[in-house]
Structure formats: structure tokens, C-alpha cells
């Protein structure tokens, strides 16, 4: 005969907005942690039915306990939930712990921490009682205790024991007083490295802390760059599953990267894309701090896996309807393990219902159209397994530093000139932005002013050429030549970095009126190439780099090619408004390549006036 279960729940009133409060419920192991639970550890075996399953081990109160630990459950916002099924404790069969959020009102929220109790045999009423009571009372004072903080870098606690090693601290401290970077966010990186708990800088998103911080992102992505090149923190690459979105093993090299990963939990093999799939996160480095990675609850929980916002699981032929709000925009819905999926388009005019049917082969829709509000999703599993639905966002998140934007960065390429890929290996990009630039009629340059005098001209453009590019986010790639090629993660860094290099030879020829003159050719077109190790430097190849190189062969001096593609990306077009230009369009096949484009040239209207 089953026991009855039962459940035990407090509330609070939190002088938070919903939003707010999500922001710090989610963080689940920060909370577990706040409140005092032990850490866990996790490990992932495979049942005897091919099923993959998370199984979690602790010392709880002196004994060791295991369990099963099933997939997290939430709607963003309003909901989240987590099933434990133990299997060496005697006493209780399983515990499932959750929070709800009731807007109280529009400045307050009422938080419902919740344990529902399955007792084994009749000691687990006592046994559950005290446990969950536990659990719901360290995290309603928990939630009383945020009421009393000014700001979110206080909710949490800070780390009750720092093993640092103060010396090197301080050595490493002085020795970044004079790199070119942002000395308030240095000492903002020791302070956290100081004061923090070990799971905050086991694990750092240069990124997220900028947003945290109110920092600019590149800014504090330069002072994580050079606080790796003295020794204060190790660079890690992720691979993350285009499914699941989960970092697998990192990799502390460019060079241990391959050109395929497989996933087991999705049970899926694909090919590494350099822009989405591979991450760059920092730890501290050991010698300066010692920093166990533990956690404190599962890893599958909603603050780690920010572009879910609904997921679910459902028992065989169980039937269940979520009411979820997604803002305008592109989603899609999946289940684990499978990768067929529905895509979600959410607005104004979209539905406010749907039912949507699991099949043994993914989602029995391959599209939805719903409104940008509170929509009912009638969500029914038809296959005999369970199966855990997931909806998330299309897009993914903003909070990553990936390698090919990492790659642009000229701090990069000087500090750590020896990050490449293996060789033989190549990586897809799916967006860079390719500059190519050369000196108009260098050749008779050489023969009027001989080598020596022309080549010091050379030199010194390049000067105005690299300080033009470093500026605006670029990187050198390589020299030809006279010729430049530089790359940009941005369109729009490209364009300003082009108008930025015009600008500053036309001052350097005005400064040096006993020099010919240096006109300068350049040439843009942004899209998808390879990376790749050519000669131990990291390098690009592809359709967009020969077409940037050719549109730089159509320029006639003093102006900028333009492809339409940099001309129709984002915040292009409002850079050249704040500039004096004519902008002419025109067909032209570039050669080698059959397509015929659409290119632009930018001319300086003073500069097109004094030519005509």
C-alpha cells in the first residue's frame, strides 16, 4: 500500500517585481548555497534502456545519499520545480522542491517555497518533515533577507572562507598598473577574486559580469585578456551542443578543438562552428586562488540555461497544458534527444491557443504562430516514454564570448599569438566582416623614390592603418605586400574602421607636405568563411574573403567598396548618416566569383567635388 504524501510550503512578500525575483530564484546552487545546504556532486550514467540519467550524491547530515535526479521544470517568471528519487535512503521514496511567483503588486511579489514529501515507510513522516521543513524554512529567511539588500550584487552572500594566496595577488596587481585597460574594472576582477565564493570564479562570462557591472562588454573582455596573459586567470574553451546548448568537456587550447563534437545527452554528432558552438569562459588560475567548482544543485537549472523559458516533463500518454508568455519573436519547441522541432513565431496577431502532439519523432508541427502574451499550449505525449519538452529561444544568448569574436580582438592575437587551431583543421564562421587594403600605384612609388624612401612611406602608413583598425575592434590578420587584411566582428566597427583610416592619412600626408601623398584602396564584405592555422597564425578563407579582396581591387582610391551585404547589416547605414558622403551603387562580378554584386562606393562629397 503507497503512503500519502504531503507537502510543506511557506511564502513571503518580496518588495521585488517578478522579474526581479526570477533573476535571483533561479540561481538555484547560489541559493541551495545561501541557505546552507551541502554541496553536490553529479555523475550521468545510461539505463540498461539506452536512457541517459543525472544521478546526484551528497552526505546529508552525516549520512551519504543518492538519487536520481530528473530534469529541472519551470515557466519563466512564474514557476520552478525539480523531482528527486532517491535510492540509498531509506526513509523517503522521493522529494519533489519548488518556487512559485504570485505578483502581489506591481512592485512586490509573494515567493512560495514548496516541498511535496513520498515517504518510503513510516519513517519518512518524521524524517520527510524535517528535512523539507529545512528546506522551505532556510529559504523563506533567505527571501526575507533579500528585502533587506539595496541591489543584486548583495543578495547572495560572499564566501565565508577565500583561499588566496595575498602575495602573488599583490604582485600580479602591480604588475597590471600600467597595461592599457580599464584600471577600475582590474581592481573590480580582484575584488571579486578576494571576496567572492569559489563558484563565481571558478567559472566567469567576461560578458555577463559587464551587464552585472553596468562595464562596457569589450572593455572588460580586454582586462580578462590581459589579466590571463600575467597569470591571474586560465582561459577555457567550451564546445556547447547546438541542441541542448550545455558546454561540454572545455578545452584549455585552440588546438584541442576538433572539427566534430557528440552530445550525449541530445545524442546527436555535429560540426563545431566557431561563432556559435565555441565559448571562451576564464577561471582563476590555482596559484593564485584555490577554488573547488561545487555545486549546490543540478546543472540543468533555469539560471544556466537562460534561453529556456518553459520546460517540461511529461509521462507516457500524459496530457498537460502550459500557459506560457514569450515576448515578440522567434522560438522553438523540442523535445530532449530529438531533433526534429517547431518553430514559434510570437505576435500581435498570433493565437492565444494551441495543441501540439509529442511523437516518437519530435514535435507533430513544424510551425506555430501564437501571440506575444499569455498563451495556452494543450501539449499532449503520445509515446509510450517520458519525455521532457523544452521551448527556448531561436536566438542565441548574448552573454557568450565566442571564438570568432574573441579572434578579432587585436589583445588577442598579441597576447596569445599562439592560440590557433590544429593544423589541417577548419572551422566555420557564420558571420565576420573582412577589410582589405592597398596603396594606389605603389609600384612607380618604389621606382620615383627608390626602395628605402618608399618603403619608410609604407611603414608609416601602416602605423595609421593598424591604429585605425586596433580602434574600432579590428584585428591584423596578415600583410601583403603594401596590402592589409584585417578582420572585424562587426559590420559596423568595419565601415567606421575604413572612414577612420581616410581620415588619419589624409592628417598624416597634410603633415608631411614633403612626401608624395598616400592614397589608400579599401574594400569590405562581411558573411561566412573558414578559420583555419596557416603557418602557426590564426587565418581565413573563403568566398567572403575573396570578395572583400576584390571589392577592394574596385576602389580607385581615397574611397570605400562596400558589398551590400556590410551596406544592409546593422547600424552601418547610421554610421555613414554621420558622415559627408556620397554613396554610389553598382553591379559588378567580382572575379572568381560567379554571383554578380551589388557594391557601393563611398566617396567623401568634398573629395568627389574636387575630382569632378
Not at 20 to 42: C, D, F, M, R
Not at 499 to 518: F, K, S, V, Y
Request: with cysteine; aromatic share 8%; proline share 5%.
Amino acid at each position: 500500500m503507497a503512503l500519502k504524501p504531503f507537502r510543506l510550503k511557506q511564502s513571503t512578500i518580496v518588495p521585488l517585481s517578478v522579474a526581479e525575483v526570477w533573476e535571483i530564484a533561479a540561481q538555484t546552487s547560489k541559493v541551495n548555497h545561501a541557505v546552507g545546504l551541502p554541496p553536490l556532486v553529479y555523475s550521468e550514467r545510461t539505463r540498461s534502456d539506452g536512457v541517459r540519467e543525472v544521478v546526484g550524491t551528497a552526505r546529508q547530515y552525516g549520512l551519504p545519499v543518492q538519487w536520481v535526479e530528473h530534469p529541472f521544470e519551470w515557466i519563466y517568471q512564474k514557476e520552478l520545480w525539480v523531482e528527486r528519487v532517491f535510492e540509498h535512503f531509506p526513509p523517503l521514496d522521493r522529494l519533489i522542491g519548488g518556487t512559485i511567483l504570485i505578483p502581489h503588486t506591481s512592485i512586490s511579489t509573494e515567493v512560495e517555497t514548496f516541498v511535496d514529501v513520498f515517504p518510503k515507510n513510516l519513517l519518512g513522516y518524521p524524517v520527510g518533515w524535517f528535512v523539507a521543513n529545512q528546506m522551505i524554512t532556510g529559504q523563506a529567511a533567505f527571501f526575507r533577507s533579500v528585502a533587506q539588500k539595496p541591489n543584486a550584487a548583495n543578495y547572495f552572500p560572499p564566501a565565508r572562507k577565500v583561499r588566496a594566496n595575498r602575495n602573488v595577488l599583490q604582485e600580479l596587481r602591480n604588475r597590471m598598473r600600467d597595461l592599457p585597460c580599464d584600471q577600475q574594472l582590474i581592481d573590480r576582477l580582484f575584488e571579486l577574486i578576494q571576496t567572492q565564493r569559489d563558484e563565481d570564479v571558478a567559472t566567469m562570462r567576461p560578458f555577463v559580469l559587464a551587464d552585472a557591472w553596468g562595464a562596457e562588454r569589450l572593455n572588460l573582455l580586454r582586462v580578462f585578456l590581459y589579466a590571463t596573459w600575467t597569470g591571474l586567470l586560465d582561459m577555457n574553451w567550451d564546445v556547447l551542443c547546438p541542441n541542448c546548448r550545455v558546454a561540454r568537456e572545455p578545452s584549455p587550447h585552440l588546438r584541442d578543438l576538433t572539427a566534430t563534437a557528440h552530445c550525449e545527452v541530445c545524442n546527436i554528432r555535429y560540426d563545431i562552428n566557431f561563432d556559435e558552438y565555441v565559448e571562451l569562459r576564464f577561471s582563476v588560475n590555482p596559484k593564485v586562488r584555490s577554488a573547488s567548482n561545487a555545486t549546490f544543485c543540478a546543472l540543468g537549472s533555469p539560471a544556466l540555461n537562460e534561453h529556456i523559458v518553459a520546460q517540461a516533463r511529461l509521462k507516457p500518454n500524459e496530457q498537460r497544458e502550459l500557459t506560457v508568455q514569450l515576448g515578440a519573436g522567434g522560438y522553438r519547441l523540442r523535445m530532449l534527444g530529438i531533433e526534429q522541432r517547431c518553430a514559434i513565431q510570437a505576435h500581435a496577431a498570433g493565437a492565444t491557443n494551441a495543441t501540439i502532439n509529442l511523437t516518437a519523432a519530435g514535435p507533430d508541427q513544424a510551425a506555430l504562430n501564437v501571440a506575444n502574451r499569455p498563451v495556452s499550449l494543450n501539449v499532449h505525449n503520445t509515446t509510450d516514454r517520458e519525455q521532457l519538452l523544452i521551448i527556448e529561444h531561436d536566438a542565441w544568448g548574448v552573454g557568450r564570448v565566442s571564438a570568432s569574436l574573441v579572434s578579432t580582438l587585436p589583445e588577442f592575437r598579441s597576447l596569445f599569438s599562439s592560440e590557433v587551431l590544429a593544423p589541417g583543421l577548419g572551422l566555420a564562421i557564420k558571420n565576420l566582416t573582412i577589410l582589405f587594403s592597398d596603396i594606389k600605384n605603389s609600384t612607380p612609388m618604389y621606382e620615383k623614390h627608390g626602395d628605402s624612401s618608399a618603403y619608410a612611406m609604407v611603414r608609416d602608413h601602416f602605423d595609421v592603418l593598424f591604429k585605425a583598425i586596433e580602434q574600432h575592434n579590428g584585428s591584423i590578420v596578415k600583410t601583403i605586400g603594401d596590402a592589409v587584411m584585417a578582420v572585424f566582428a562587426s559590420p559596423s566597427d568595419g565601415v567606421s574602421a575604413a572612414l577612420a583610416i581616410h581620415h588619419n592619412m589624409q592628417q598624416a600626408n597634410q603633415a608631411r607636405p614633403e612626401r608624395p601623398p598616400i592614397v589608400i584602396k579599401i574594400g569590405l564584405h562581411t558573411g561566412t568563411c573558414i578559420a583555419v592555422n596557416a603557418n602557426e597564425v590564426l587565418d581565413y578563407f573563403g568566398t567572403t574573403v575573396n570578395a572583400a579582396a576584390r571589392a577592394q581591387g574596385l576602389s580607385v582610391g581615397d574611397d570605400v567598396v562596400l558589398t551590400s551585404d556590410v551596406m544592409e547589416s546593422a547600424g552601418v547605414r547610421t554610421i555613414l548618416s554621420q558622415h559627408d558622403l556620397l554613396s554610389e551603387p553598382f553591379t559588378h562580378n567580382l572575379k572568381g566569383i560567379s554571383q554578380v554584386f551589388t557594391l557601393y562606393r563611398l566617396m567623401p562629397m568634398a573629395q568627389r567635388e574636387h575630382r569632378a
